[in-house]
């Protein structure tokens, strides 16, 4: 239970300003969507909300690598990450880098599931039911697999970083 407390609140804290801005600028953003029809009104909201959300996106691998290693939420807040983020930039943007590709790469084989098969669930072949069962079962445990990968790839970057990292002084 305690690691899943841990994500959970490492996840708050990573997009607690997104949260908060959704909460503030979200019912003004809907109105103008529904309402008007476009986002003519409310175009700086979203720019501050998309600006909020890439800094969660940003600053959330490095917050999960500091709870992994210290095993605490607390290892989570701005002065620890951020500055590990500084002391290992170009290390960090690689990961980033690295870590949205793979991201990305489920993000397609999902909408290549729904292309293959676009009534999904809702189809009356038996066949293509099964097929659709299969493809699906075997993408959810390639994105399982992609999120070990990433998991690893953190883990690397701090085992080659560690000395510049610093977190477990002995």
């Known amino acids: 239970l305690l690691p899943c407390l841990q994500l959970f609140g490492l996840t708050l804290v990573s997009f607690a300003p997104t949260i908060i801005l959704s909460i503030l600028y979200g019912p003004a953003i809907f109105s ?3 309402d008007e029809g476009s986002v003519d009104g409310v175009a700086g909201k979203l ?9 969660g996106l940003v600053y959330f ?6 709870v992994a290693i210290l095993d605490s939420v607390m290892a989570s807040n701005p002065f ?5 983020i500084f002391k290992v930039p170009l290390e960090y943007l690689v990961t ?3 870590v949205a590709a793979l991201i990305l790469l ?9 292309g293959l098969f676009p009534r999904g669930l809702a189809t009356r072949s038996m066949s293509k039911l099964f097929g659709y069962l299969a493809v699906k079962a075997f993408w959810a445990t390639a994105n399982i ?3 070990v990968v990433i998991v690893r790839i953190l883990g690397l970057l701090y085992l080659t970083r560690k000395q510049k990292l ?3 002084k002995r």
Not at 47 to 55: E, F, K, S
Not at 61 to 66: E, G, N, R, T, V
Not at 80 to 84: E, S, Y
Not at 106 to 114: E, K, P, Q, R
């Open 145 to 147: 697999y992609l999120i």
């Open 106 to 114: 489920g993000a397609v084989g999902d909408g290549v599931l729904d």
């Open 96 to 98: 980033l880098i690295v």
């Open 47 to 55: 720019i501050v909300l998309g600006a909020a959300y890439l800094a």
């Open 32 to 34: 103008a969507l529904v």
């Open 61 to 66: 691998p490095m917050a999960f690598l500091a």
């Open 80 to 84: 620890t990450v951020l500055r590990a």
């Open 166 to 168: 610093a977190w477990l």
